[in-house]
């Protein structure tokens, strides 16, 4: 699956942002989430199921992230809000063939990644 992630930017802390992952090729698969700061680990964001009837978060975005997805559109999206200086990162999006997983060995197809950059 090919993946191609867009929506990054700059915003001021407490903003949204909404990023987007258009998929090619095999789109019957969950997605998830991503980021890495500079001088960071990539962690994990969030992740869906290829149907979207489940969503894994991490504890960091819980109640402020969302993740869906349009499967008309193979498209899965992550709506942001109430932005912290401490989210700025380059985003990934990425899919994988084990569901529930929030481990980025599993996921083996990765997008391109997108900034996002939230002034104090």
């Known amino acids: 699956v090919q993946l191609q992630a867009s929506g990054g930017g700059l915003v001021q802390a407490g903003g949204s942002l909404r990023l987007s992952c258009v998929a090619s090729?095999?789109?019957?698969?969950?997605m998830g989430w991503f980021r890495q700061a500079p001088g960071k680990e990539r962690e994990f964001v969030a992740a869906?199921?290829?149907?979207?009837?489940?969503?894994y978060y991490a504890d960091s975005v819980k109640g402020r992230f969302t993740i869906s997805r349009d499967n008309a559109k193979n498209t899965v999206y992550l709506q942001m809000n109430s932005l912290k200086p401490e989210d700025t990162a380059v985003y990934y999006c990425?899919?994988?063939?084990?569901?529930?997983?929030?481990?980025?060995?599993?996921?083996?197809?990765w997008g391109q990644g997108t900034l996002v950059t939230v002034s104090s």
């Open positions: 090729g095999r789109t019957s698969i969950d």
């Open positions: 990425a899919a994988t063939v084990k569901p529930g997983t929030d481990r980025s060995v599993d996921f083996g197809s």
């Open positions: 869906i199921s290829w149907s979207g009837g489940n969503t």
